[in-house]
């Protein structure tokens, strides 16, 4: 295959950590690339920013156990670049700083392949700024640097000099976790006084960020002691003092609590950016796969005759997905509900119902089942015809009291739910390591599901709290004998995360 003209190499800095501290710049790339070449250090969430069908090429770098040499590296972007393709070249913070993309750079110019580089957000500015310290502040320090710690600084011919860095008031490591304790000496040698403010942070800006603060005397020695390991950042300067008044991200209400979210796979996004704006660590783990109903007769029946109908009423998202769906499908749109009434179960379905441009006429207080049966109480539904599009299986609360109002009910499958292809040794690993604090379900059937998954014999460990929305879904657990520790008032996403936030804080003594 010859050059094509659309080969271009973007050498894009992905930011330190925080899937949220990518640049509208670099996902415009990531969307544009056929294939993506990434490292250890850039958040899996980033890469969902990749179209359908790119290819993704791991090049992972984890201190000294480089899986990919440079050299060859550099050889992948020039063959695929070669062969006519777009490349999106993954690096951990900033491609520039300490992040060798210069020399990528250098070799995609020798072989006259063309590349735009895409500054990220460097670690060196946000882990500091995720641990409460500000690198520059007028009281403290007129200037900064940024030093690569991979060097050992009895080095002969070492390239850092001590004499000019010491003089400087804010230092920054990068990768200096190895060499700590040659960092710390070299820098009093050369003068720095030995109970200057330092700072370890270790994977900053993520749920994981641990902060270990001392002097330039103490810090390689509590490092040690709390087992320190890289990625790691050392900040050493009177800022380091600033940070006992603006420790902002250790303190959110979930920090560093991991939370599973059983959701299907296209509808866990609103759910992680929540948990995640609180501190969490979101891990997926999704249990059900939502699939259209095979049943179609009757749904098919109904779209025909919808004027017949004085009302609709969803009880989820899926179900005004799916219904629409079949709706267009069949040649019909909007004008065929024209005067057709429309209810949901609550504000998820709700939004959903006015992101397709309709009206919703009927929202209940509590949302559930019998919250819709209740806010009917104040419809005459005498003789009315109503339609409920749902899951094929569901509870039989809403038909029935809505019969009982005196309403024709036209109950219709539209969508099923089956178990997802998760493997549960995903999960498995990641409770070994004690990284899950709480599960949380959405559905009874993500509960159900879930144990299909995990096996009906699994037991959930004593130190995971079980969180689920709504008495349905508490219920369908407790039938398993599963204790649910965090129930809330508003039966939604939200709602739930709103219920884990008061859960720690109270458990926590409101720290």
């Given amino acids: ?37 990434y490292d250890y250090l850039v958040d899996r969430d980033i890469l969902r920013h990749a179209r359908e069908g790119a290819r993704f090429i791991y090049v992972g770098k984890q201190g000294a156990d480089h899986t990919v040499s440079q050299e060859r590296l550099n050889e992948i ?11 999106a070249r993954l690096k951990g913070g900033d ?38 310290i500000p690198l520059t502040h007028r009281h403290f320090t007129s200037s900064v640097a940024f030093v690569t710690g991979h060097e050992e600084p009895d080095k002969k011919e070492s390239r850092v000099h001590w004499e000019s860095l010491a003089s400087i008031e804010t230092l920054v490591f990068l990768m200096g976790v190895k060499t700590l304790a040659g960092i710390t000496a070299g820098l009093m040698n050369h003068g720095k006084r030995g109970d200057t403010p330092c700072a370890l942070i270790r994977w900053g800006t993520t749920p994981d960020q641990e902060t270990v603060t001392g002097t330039l005397e103490s810090i390689a020695r509590q490092a040690r002691e709390r087992g320190i390991a890289p990625p790691a950042v050392l900040v050493v300067g009177e800022v380091v003092r600033l940070r006992e008044k603006m420790n902002w991200f250790e303190k959110k209400p979930l920090f560093g609590k991991g939370v599973v979210i059983t959701r299907p796979a296209g509808q866990a996004e609103e759910m992680a950016r ?21 049943k179609t007769e009757l749904l098919d029946g109904a779209v025909d005759r919808l004027e017949a109908y004085d009302w609709i009423v969803f009880t989820s998202a899926n179900g005004v997905r799916f219904f629409l769906k079949r709706m267009r499908e069949k040649g019909k749109d909007l004008r065929s509900l024209k005067g057709v009434r429309v209810a949901a179960i609550g504000p998820a379905t709700a ?8 009206t919703v006429d009927l929202v209940p207080e509590i949302f559930i089942s019998e919250g819709i049966v209740e806010a009917f109480r104040k419809v005459d539904l005498r003789g009315a015809r109503v339609l409920l599009p749902r899951a094929e ?36 690993e990641e409770m070994e390591q004690g990284r ?3 599960l949380t379900f959405t559905s009874p059937s993500t509960v159900k599901h879930f144990f299909a998954i995990m096996g009906d014999k699994f037991n959930i460990p004593e130190s995971i709290r079980v969180a689920s ?13 599963v204790s649910v520790h965090v129930r809330q008032e508003t039966y939604s996403v939200p709602g739930l995360v709103e219920a884990l936030k008061a859960y720690y804080g109270k458990e926590d003594g409101g720290q």
């Fill in 436 to 438: 899950v604090d709480v």
């Fill in 469 to 481: 929305i709504g008495p349905v879904t508490a219920a369908a657990l407790e039938k398993r004998g």
């Fill in 1 to 37: 295959m010859g050059m094509k003209n659309n080969n271009k190499v973007y050498i894009i800095g992905a930011g330190p950590g925080d899937p949220g501290l990518i640049t509208l710049r670099a996902v415009a790339c990531i969307k544009e690339a056929d294939v993506v070449v």
């Fill in 274 to 294: 929540l948990l995640r704006n609180e501190g969490a660590r979101v891990i997926h783990f999704p249990t059900i796969r939502v699939l259209e109903s095979k």
């Fill in 95 to 132: 491609p520039f700083i300490f992040g060798r993309g210069g020399e990528e750079a250098e070799v995609l110019f020798r072989e006259g392949i063309p590349f735009e580089v895409v500054p990220g957000v460097t670690s060196a500015i946000a882990v500091p700024a995720y641990a409460g």
């Fill in 77 to 87: 972007l020039v063959e695929e670049a070669k062969e006519g393709r777009t490349v």
């Fill in 393 to 428: 299986e569901a509870r039989d609360v809403l038909p029935d009291g809505l019969r009982k109002m005196g309403a024709a009910v036209d109950v219709i499958p539209v969508y099923r739910t089956v178990r997802a292809e998760t493997d549960r040794s995903v999960l498995e």
């Fill in 351 to 358: 939004n959903m119902i006015e992101i397709y441009g309709m």
